[in-house]
């Protein structure tokens, strides 16, 4: 245990691996959500554009009072919570119904009214996206209290990115296999197998998302003093005047636009630009997940050598954006897979440190106002994740309107295979561009000041 670890306990790698899990079947559904919805809502189900992107703006909208409200009341204490734990409860009571909600989104009525459709989309993903913050909300805020120290983290998030990778391979690879152009049914087969995948590994997850007691009694101890009975809205107000915090959640929209864009372009730009089948899409999400598998040992030794979080994080964002900005012209196969595979490479950086960035924001908050707020902050945290989804959809409806995309043709106008090359490439990079930038001026957690974060930490008991 090396110096910074020093005053936290470590935890097994199986119960790492366990509670990891989670971060597969999240990476799944929510991957396949992204991956597949609009071009399923819009290509296959015949949803206008307009809907469909409208649908996701409410989804996201919803989402705004959603995520911070359940991470606001879940970070309270309850009868069960000195038994049962703090964030366990609720990832059990929720994880079924969730995995529910997410194969109702694929299975629409089969009716010809775009409004009757329109509401399916809206009510399912709503239910969808609250019961998946109940889960969420409490998954990722036991990440920040459960692993504290420095190499601990590091580990445990090697172990989320490589188990998590494995839910972003089958949420890219599943389809392609599952999926037949044209056959609604389909999409729903695709649906069942990740119901019964996520069913699986919610079993093997139970042992790793169960609180420390310790870290509970030490919590409800706080909590008995008085200092944590603070209305919702001072709570909100507080967060989002922490800087670090604000930074953050900036950076991380716009990586998410970023992934977002492009995989949800994927299905299009192979469709209509390469005017290829199936297996080129296979072939391109293989090479990007291979690429981000074999950079994680990367990203760690380069990370372990800098001792800066920040740096690695902002290496792998320009990697991301000069990888992601020559789709916006390439039609060669040859060069778009080579480029396909170093876009992965930059995600694998940005998987690793994502979760080690975020938990020095929360021991800044847990020294400045002397309170565990894991909640609140991944429920807002979540929220920017759903506005992603929003600024996804709004762009490709805007593009596609722009540019004369015509719906459930099997082939496009040279103006609208510019708009497929447009958020496919050139918008996902100036995204990405503009969040390294303000991340790299603003974001001002050095090494030195973590450590001492940590020190304090252990200082006032929490």
């Not at 609604?184 to 919610?202: P, Q």
Request: charged share 15%; aromatic share 14%.
């Amino acid at each position: 245990m090396n110096e910074n670890d020093i005053g936290f306990n470590a935890h097994s790698k199986k119960i790492m691996a366990s509670y990891s899990m989670g971060n597969l079947v999240f990476h799944l559904v929510d991957g396949i959500i992204v991956f597949v919805l609009f071009f399923f809502y819009e290509s296959e189900v015949g949803l206008s554009s307009w809907l469909t992107a409208l649908g996701l703006v409410i989804y996201a909208i919803w989402d705004a009072f959603n995520d911070p409200l359940v991470g606001y009341l879940t970070d309270r204490p309850f009868k069960f919570t000195k038994k049962r734990g703090r964030r366990y409860p609720w990832i059990m009571l929720a994880y079924i119904p969730w995995i529910i909600s997410f194969l109702l989104i694929f299975t629409p009525p089969n009716v010809d009214n775009q409004w009757t459709i329109f509401g399916w989309l809206v009510g399912t993903l709503c239910l969808y996206d609250f019961l998946e913050s109940v889960v969420t909300v409490n998954l990722n805020s036991l990440f920040p209290d459960k692993f504290r120290g420095r190499s601990e983290r590091l580990t445990a998030s090697a172990f989320t990115v490589y188990i998590g990778f494995i839910g972003v391979v089958l949420a890219f690879l599943l389809p392609p296999i599952l999926i037949v152009y044209g056959n609604i049914g389909t999409y729903a087969l695709l649906a069942w197998v990740c119901v019964l995948i996520s069913f699986i590994c919610g079993i093997f997850m139970i042992p790793g998302v169960k609180d420390d007691k310790d870290k509970v009694e030490r919590y409800l101890a706080k909590y008995d003093e008085g200092r944590q009975r603070e209305s919702f809205f001072k709570v909100l107000k507080q967060t989002l005047k922490q800087k670090s915090f604000v930074i953050f959640l900036i950076m991380y929209i716009l990586y998410l636009s970023l992934t977002h864009l492009m995989t949800g372009s994927l299905l299009y730009f192979v469709s209509y630009v390469l005017k290829a089948e199936t297996t080129t899409l296979l072939i391109m999400t293989l090479l990007l997940l291979i690429g981000g598998l074999i950079s994680i040992p990367f990203w760690l030794k380069l990370n372990h050598k800098l001792g800066d979080n920040r740096k690695t994080m902002i290496i792998a964002g320009i990697m991301m954006a000069c990888s992601a900005l020559p789709f916006a012209i390439l039609e060669n196969l040859t060069f778009i897979l080579i480029t396909i595979f170093l876009f992965g490479f930059g995600v694998g950086g940005y998987w690793v440190m994502i979760e080690p960035v975020f938990s020095q924001v929360i021991d800044e908050s847990v020294v400045k106002y002397e309170q565990r707020r894991e909640g609140i902050y991944n429920g807002i945290r979540i929220f920017f994740s759903r506005a992603a989804v929003a600024i996804q959809a709004i762009t490709l409806a805007i593009v596609h309107e722009l540019t004369g995309f015509a719906q459930g043709s099997e082939t496009q106008t040279p103006l609208a295979l510019i708009g497929i090359h447009i958020h496919m490439g050139l918008i996902p990079a100036m995204f990405m561009a503009t969040g390294i930038l303000v991340f790299w001026k603003f974001f001002d957690i050095t090494p030195e000041k973590a450590k001492q974060y940590k020190e304090k930490i252990i200082e006032i008991g929490l």
